[in-house]
């Protein structure tokens, strides 16, 4: 479990820290190279997730929606610095459960 943990926030990270860095290019006038450093970080987000054990494509990627979600948060907070409200973390929250229930609640064989 906690290597799934630790792929699905290295996941995040990749997708967001990349995100961000075309972000910078295309919309505040940065760099090419940041453009380009950014994309390589979403290439390595591609693969990631390939790392997982789970058997099935669209149930990694629907958890990990959930871990977006709440990374995206904190990413807000320390880079953009906007402090989330309660009905952010309320919000996080509520992912956080959902994958949890998604990836780890027993099913019957």
Do not use: H, N
Not at 75 to 89: L, R, S
């Amino acid at each position: 479990m906690l290597q799934s943990i630790i792929l699905f926030i290295l996941a995040g990270i990749a997708e967001i820290g990349g995100g961000y860095l075309v972000w910078l290019w295309l919309r505040e006038g940065r760099s090419l190279g940041l453009g380009i450093v950014g994309a390589l970080i979403l290439v390595l987000y591609g693969i990631i997730p390939t790392l997982q054990k789970f058997p099935s494509f669209g149930k990694v990627y629907a958890a990990y929606g959930g871990v977006f979600i709440i990374l995206a948060v904190f990413w807000g907070w320390a880079v953009d610095k906007k402090t989330p409200d309660m009905f952010d973390w309320i919000g996080a929250a509520i992912c956080l459960i959902g994958v949890s229930v998604m990836l780890w609640w027993p099913r019957p064989s």
